[in-house]
C-alpha cells in the first residue's frame, strides 16, 4: 500500500515568509508526527496528533509554528514569518493508533530560507 | 541534555564483517527502543525494535543486544554488505515521542 507522503518535496521561501508543509499519513493511521531534521542530525520531535487533536506539541520551538490535522487525516505544518534557523528538512510519521510504536516516516520537504 | 548518546559518528566495515553502533540512553522511563536506517533524500526506516524487558533480538542479520542497567543498547550487522551503506539512528521512546540519538553513518567497503 501507500506510504506516507509529503508535499512539496523541496521549498525555498525568503526570510519572512509564510509556508505550509503538508503530510499525507498511511490510510488508517489515526496517529500522525512531525519531526525535524537539521543536517547531519537525528529528527527532532515537534507535534503529534491523535486524530484531529495535538495529543503533546511540546517540541514546537516557538509560536511561529503551527500545525492543523482537521479531519484526523491529511495535516498541515505552518510556519509564520521563516527565519533562515527554520531550513532543515521537515519529516512527517504515522502509526496505527496512539501507543503502538512503529512509525513510518515519509521521504520529507527540505526547507531552505534564503 | 542529550537524552540518548550515539556512537561513532562514522563507520567504516569491509564487506562481509560486523558492524556494531552503540547508544546510551539516560531516561528510565524510556520503554521502546527501535533502529532507523536512512538513505540520502529518504525518510528513515523502522529497521529493528526492543524493548526493555528482553535483552537481545535479532532479525536476520540485525541484531539489537540491550542492557537495561547499564542503560546501553547496541546495533550488529552480520556479514555487512555494501547495500548497508546508510546512516543508522538509534532512538528511545515513551508516550509516543522518539528521542533520536545523532546518527552514524555506515560506509560497507565492497
Known amino acids: 500500500g501507500a506510504g506516507v507522503s509529503q508535499t512539496p518535496s523541496n521549498k525555498v521561501t525568503e526570510k519572512g515568509k509564510y509556508v505550509e508543509l503538508r503530510c499525507d499519513p498511511i490510510s488508517g493511521h489515526t496517529a500522525l508526527y512531525w519531526y525535524r531534521q537539521s543536517l547531519g542530525q537525528g529528527p527532532e520531535f515537534l507535534i503529534y496528533f491523535q486524530g484531529t487533536g495535538a495529543a503533546d506539541d511540546s517540541g514546537l520551538p516557538n509560536d511561529r509554528f503551527f500545525a492543523v490535522r482537521p479531519e484526523g487525516s491529511v495535516s498541515t505544518l505552518k510556519i509564520q514569518r521563516t527565519e533562515r534557523g527554520d531550513s532543515a528538512v521537515y519529516l512527517c510519521?504515522?502509526?496505527?493508533?496512539?501507543?503502538?510504536?512503529?512509525?513510518?516516516f515519509g521521504p520529507g520537504t527540505r526547507l531552505t530560507v534564503t | 541534555q542529550q537524552q540518548v548518546k550515539q556512537s561513532p559518528q562514522s563507520l567504516i566495515v569491509q564487506k562481509g564483517g560486523i558492524s556494531i553502533i552503540n547508544c546510551a540512553y539516560e531516561n528510565t522511563a524510556f520503554d521502546y527502543f527501535p533502529w532507523y536506517q536512512q538513505f540520502p533524500g529518504k525518510g528513515p526506516a523502522l529497521l529493528i525494535a526492543i524493548r526493555p524487558d528482553v535483552s537481545e533480538k535479532k532479525e536476520g542479520r540485525f541484531t539489537i543486544s540491550f542492557n537495561k542497567s547499564a542503560k546501553q543498547f547496541s546495533l550488529h550487522i552480520m556479514d555487512s554488505q555494501p547495500g548497508d551503506s546508510a546512516t543508522y539512528f538509534c532512538?528511545?521512546?515513551?508516550?509516543?515521542?522518539?528521542?533520536f540519538g545523532k546518527g552514524t553513518r555506515l560506509h560497507i567497503l565492497p
Open positions: 532512538a528511545a521512546s515513551r508516550d509516543d515521542k522518539i528521542i
Open positions: 510519521a504515522s502509526s496505527l493508533s496512539r501507543g503502538r510504536y512503529e512509525q513510518y
